[in-house]
Structures are given as structure tokens and as C-alpha cells.
């Protein structure tokens, strides 16, 4: 039984650390986005004519 519980941790902690670092995945792109989207509003906001082009 504890061998069993022993593989149990192993894989619940894998799995934790494959959820934590998909999170840690999304975020970074989300913050990405965001940098993105902010770029574009500061750059249009700087330079009025940019979307008349």
C-alpha cells in the first residue's frame, strides 16, 4: 500500500506541476496580447493618421 500511495504523490505532483505550468504558459501569452493591444492603441494614439493609411 504505501509503495502504491508512493505513486500516487508522484503522479498527483506531476500532474500539478503540468496544470501549473500551463497556466504559467497561458499567462505569459495573455500578457503578451496585452502588450500587444497596448502598442497598437499607444502607437495610434501618438500617430493620429495611422489608421487613415
Known amino acids: 500500500k504505501f509503495c502504491r500511495l508512493g ?7 506531476s500532474k500539478a506541476m503540468a496544470v501549473f505550468h500551463k497556466i504559467v504558459k497561458l499567462v505569459k501569452n495573455g500578457v503578451l496580447i496585452i502588450i500587444h493591444i497596448y502598442a497598437k492603441v499607444s502607437h495610434s494614439k501618438i500617430h493620429p493618421t495611422y489608421y487613415l493609411t
Not at 505513486?7 to 505532483?13: A, Q, R, T
Open 7 to 13: 505513486d500516487f504523490m508522484k503522479y498527483s505532483h
